[in-house]
């Protein structure tokens, strides 16, 4: 059974050294591959209440829907296990935040997923776990009002930190019916099983707490007096079947009897010599030499992927839409409006705009260098797309 270790972090002028030390202390980072991942559930408690405020504030989030232009694929709302999805919130008379704040007040909550592409104290935090630890991180925040549930009993299929940033949120914890629950199995028993954990401690958690949970820990998680902002770093793991199934899949490459044509007609095949061949393979395969190349491919991808994304998002940084300024197209585009989208094509590129955005979209595109007359028009969708044209170059300062 999963037992909560409790950790208090108290304060110190010393940096930490990695970014796994500054998230639950340099007590513990040591031996928590060792002692604590995938075997406890692990309770956090730094002395400061706005220890992980420079990650992210509440404030910051009307700019966050406003100028980052999240994808609308990685902006979810739920409430008691009902998720809503924000195109079919949207209408012609309303915008993102007016609708995102209506549901806010019903006891909705709001999820931002992937924030790390959106937001750089996020994104260089991910930068510096998966280079120490050789996992995937991801980073998504969830704001929920007071007295509401986004979610019901659960389990995950993946490890998590959270990170209590404001406000206060109950976490009702339970033992984990299976061990490692991947997507098929968690599709299957996640409702029965999850009712029928064993419960283990409940915890409120408060600003500047941390929680980590293990893979499968069964959990429910709701607000009572206080609203809360906290953020989740999920761990996504490889898997022994992921080493397996990319070692057989080198194999089959590099063996030329694997490569034969199946004849589904006369069932021709040898199945006993291919059985005996691969046996053959996998006997005298080198599982060690096939993890490093695992390893240094993985450092090497999310290295660059993750410089490319601080990159642009220090140039998006320093672009900031202004309705104002003077811009002009810098390349040969077009559009088309179909359905429920507009989509605007340039350089080998798409973009996609809900269909209520049409007017805006096409104020701008064709008021080209002139400064935008926004009086008629509605403010708040002309910043979104401004500034994601910007953000694409498709508009540049007018010279």
């Known amino acids: 059974m999963l037992e909560v270790v409790t950790t208090l972090v108290g304060s110190t002028n010393e940096i930490a050294s990695t970014g796994l030390e500054s998230l639950i202390g340099a007590n513990v980072s040591p031996h928590f591959f060792s002692d604590v991942f995938n075997k406890e559930i692990l ?16 404030d910051q989030l009307s700019d966050l829907l406003a100028y980052r232009h999240i994808a609308m694929g990685d902006l979810r709302m739920a409430r008691e296990g009902q998720k809503v999805s924000l195109y079919e919130l949207l209408n012609e008379e309303s915008n993102l935040i007016d609708v995102v704040r209506g549901k806010i007040e019903q006891g909705y909550t709001l999820i931002l997923q992937q924030l790390n592409q959106y937001h750089a104290p996020l994104t260089k935090l991910i930068s510096s776990l998966e280079v120490e630890n050789l996992f995937a991180f991801q980073a998504n925040a969830y704001y929920s009002p007071p007295n509401s549930l986004g979610f019901e009993r659960h389990w995950d299929t993946h490890d998590v930190f959270i990170l209590q940033v404001e406000g206060e949120k109950v976490w009702e914890l339970f033992d984990r019916p299976i061990m490692s629950p991947n997507d098929e199995l968690t599709s299957k028993y996640s409702a029965k099983l999850s009712s029928q954990a064993k419960f283990i401690q409940k915890v409120m ?15 429910q998680v709701y607000t009572e007096d206080s609203d809360s902002l906290h953020i989740t770093l999920g761990i996504r793991q490889s898997t022994v079947e992921n080493l397996l199934m990319k070692s057989i899949s080198q194999i089959c490459k590099n ?6 044509s199946l004849n589904f007609l006369t069932d021709d095949t040898n199945q006993t010599a291919i059985k005996e061949r691969l046996i053959e393979h ?8 096939s993890l490093n190349k695992i390893r240094i491919m993985f450092l090497d991808a999310r290295r660059q992927a993750q410089s490319r994304l601080l990159s642009n998002l220090f140039a998006k940084e320093q672009s900031i839409w202004q309705p104002e300024t003077k811009y002009s197209i810098s390349a ?8 429920d989208f507009c989509h605007l094509y340039f350089e080998g590129r798409k973009l996609s705009f809900p269909s209520l955005y049409k007017t805006e979209l096409s104020h701008i595109l064709q008021n080209k260098s002139t400064t935008f007359d926004i009086k008629k028009l509605e403010k708040e969708r002309l910043d979104y797309i401004g500034q994601k044209l910007l953000n694409e170059g498709l508009l540049q300062l007018a010279k």
């Open 43 to 58: 309770y956090v408690k730094h002395s400061s209440p706005a220890y992980f405020e420079s990650y992210l504030k509440k």
């Open 205 to 219: 958690l408060k600003p500047g707490e941390l929680l980590y949970l293990p893979r499968g820990a069964v959990h």
């Open 255 to 260: 063996e030329p009897a694997f490569q034969r």
């Open 282 to 289: 996998l006997n005298s395969y080198n599982l060690t030499e």
């Open 332 to 339: 040969s585009y077009r559009t088309e409006f179909n359905g």
